[in-house]
């Protein structure tokens, strides 16, 4: 379509020029050509208007084209980040190469596909032009093209100038993000309101802008004075072009035809180089921006081995996950926060994991939920290294309520039923049992839609409830899965007593059989378990059933003994 609008634009110039020597030939003769001069008109007519109608529908086909690529790398981004290894998270260089990406997410390659386009059909128009103005006079195009030049190459020398700050900002424009946000945010709100941060976190946030803006906006005026030096000399050396036809028509060396398209067609090659001269400048400046998006695609996953076979347990009996000596060490770490451990955590049992705050409880689950792999040792499943299950087979077996579960914006059914999406959607009794299990089957069906109704207050129709009852439903959606091992990483923190109370007692009978491992400080929540470890310091040092550990007088039971005494 560009290859034809430049044609069509093309020869609708060159029918004017006909039209235009036809008419100066009926008046040096003296005598009207009537028929020769209609003839150029309606050809120059019928090319306009063809030239006007394919250029309308370029500019549609334009619009389809960088719309399909904008959305096709948008995806891509987020597909991107969705698979990548938990261990990222760990790392701000990950958050700065996505963070990049995200920012030229979509505007980027939008940009880049319009002013390619744009650019090319400038360029075609050019060489359609330079044709008509190589037949005027072969000098006229290299001085014309000598004129934009400067100009060209000052906005690619401080288009990688911008580029390169901008790679040097990018952590400086994560931290403004980061402190807009707790401005903004509705997780901060209330600390920010109660005690008063809001023209702290400000000032911070101000601070970082003006460093940000600053150096940009000192670059951009170095590049605006070096502009202006070189446009004006480009506006000297075209009006030396005009003075240059001008002349040549005084001298009769070329036709009023030809003076008439030169006049008619210079305003346009001005403005078509400086239009390929700003598009070359925006796809290079663009272009920086979505090779960050191709920096992302590059990130390599973890020297994992990706297993892709299925593992079949061969066992009737049921199963049970082992971790044999295990050490982990967190990237960037000094020491490790796991040393040794040894654990079983059979299928239709519940164990309990103690400790003190750090004592590495939270890691332990992150290696069982295969986020991380262990720096030393073994973790089985059936008598299987974890290692050989594919990912998505592993996660199957297992289920989990973390301390930060996620809040879901969308309906309670999709809520809970988000804790295995292979089940066939939206199974209403599943949902409705697991929700029974968890103790929210009551409030749910006091909300204004039962089970259809939309949590959260990010959208409209939205329903905010306590942090208790979303906790509810995080602990639903773990049981809602088919998995055999479920992990509660202090996983009824936010309930009521009575209602902790009874899940834990009705803890054995909900599970089905399968296998819980239960993280708690409390008391009341660990005097449940069949077998409990006592992690201190990133080591078990105790382990045994509730009344063994009591009897020992160690740890555990200094832990429990003052607690003990405060809930009775
Ligand atoms: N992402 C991380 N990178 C480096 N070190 C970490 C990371 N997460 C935790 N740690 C370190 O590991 C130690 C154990 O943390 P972990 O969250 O496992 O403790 P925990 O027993 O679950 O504590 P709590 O009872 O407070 O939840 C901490 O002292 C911390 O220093």
Not at 339 to 356: D, M, R, T, Y
Not at 385 to 412: E, G, L, T
Not at 523 to 549: C, F, M, P
């Amino acid at each position: 379509m560009i290859i034809l609008e430049t044609l069509l634009f093309f020869g609708s110039i060159y029918a004017l020029k006909m039209l235009i020597d036809a008419v100066s030939i009926t008046i040096s003769k003296e005598q009207t050509e009537v028929e020769e001069i209609m003839y150029t008109l309606v050809w120059a007519a019928l090319l306009t208007i063809c030239y006007h109608v394919i250029k309308a529908f370029s500019v549609y086909a334009t619009e389809i084209q960088s719309a399909k690529v904008s959305e096709h790398l948008y995806a891509k981004i987020h597909e991107k980040a969705a698979a990548l290894d938990y261990s990222f998270y760990e790392s701000p260089e990950y958050f700065d190469v996505l963070q990049r990406a995200k920012e030229s997410g979509y505007d980027r390659p939008h940009a880049v596909v319009v002013t390619l386009f744009d650019t090319l059909k400038q360029v075609l128009g050019l060489f359609a032009i330079a044709s008509v103005i190589f037949s005027i006079d072969a000098l006229l195009l290299p001085l014309l093209v000598a004129c934009m030049l400067p100009t060209l190459f000052i906005r690619i020398y401080y288009s990688d100038k911008l580029n390169l700050l901008r790679l040097r900002h990018t952590a400086l424009e994560r931290q403004s993000g980061y402190f807009g946000s707790l401005l903004t945010s509705e997780n901060s709100a209330k600390e920010v309101r109660l005690f008063g941060l809001g023209d702290h976190f400000m000032s911070r946030l101000v601070d970082i802008r003006k460093a940000i803006v600053g150096e940009r906006l000192a670059i951009s005026y170095r590049r605006t004075i070096k502009e202006v030096m070189a446009t004006v000399l480009a506006t000297f050396g075209f009006f030396a072009c005009i003075a240059y036809v001008v002349w040549g028509s005084i001298k009769g060396l070329v036709t009023i035809g030809d003076i008439a398209v030169f006049l008619v067609i210079f305003p346009q090659v001005f403005n078509m180089m400086q239009g390929v001269t700003n598009g070359i400048t925006v796809v290079y400046h663009n272009n920086i921006f979505v090779k960050s998006i191709f920096d992302l695609f590059d990130v390599k996953g973890t020297e994992k081995r990706t297993v892709e076979t299925e593992v079949t347990i061969e066992s009737e009996a049921p199963i049970s996950l082992e971790l044999d000596n295990v050490s982990f060490i967190y990237p960037h770490a000094a020491k490790p926060t796991l040393s040794g451990i040894n654990l079983s955590f059979p299928e239709g049992k519940v164990v309990a994991i103690v400790g003190l705050n750090g004592a590495g409880k939270s890691t332990l689950i992150k290696l069982i939920c295969k986020l991380y792999e262990p720096t030393q040792g073994n973790i089985s499943l059936g008598n299987v290294s974890i290692n050989s299950f594919p990912d998505r087979q592993y996660r199957r077996y297992i289920s989990a309520v973390f301390q930060d579960f996620c809040r879901y914006n969308v309906s309670v059914l999709e809520n809970i039923s988000l804790g295995d999406i292979s089940k066939p959607t939206h199974e209403l009794n599943k949902v409705k049992s697991a929700a029974q299990r968890a103790g929210a089957h009551e409030f749910i069906e006091s909300l204004s839609d039962g089970y259809d109704t939309i949590m959260g207050r990010i959208f409209e129709n939205g329903n905010e409830v306590s942090i208790g009852q979303w906790q509810k439903i995080a602990i639903a959606r773990a049981l809602y899965s088919s998995s055999k091992f479920l992990v509660l990483d202090e996983a009824t923190s936010a309930l009521d007593a009575k209602s902790e109370q009874k899940f834990f007692q009705e803890l054995k009978e909900n599970l089905n059989g399968r296998g819980a491992l239960v993280i708690s400080h409390r008391h009341s929540t660990v005097r449940h378990a069949d077998y409990i470890y006592v992690l201190s310091n990133g080591k078990i040092i105790e382990s045994g059933t509730y009344e063994q550990l009591q009897y020992a007088g160690g740890e555990f039971a200094s832990l429990f003994k003052k607690e003990f005494v405060q809930e009775f």
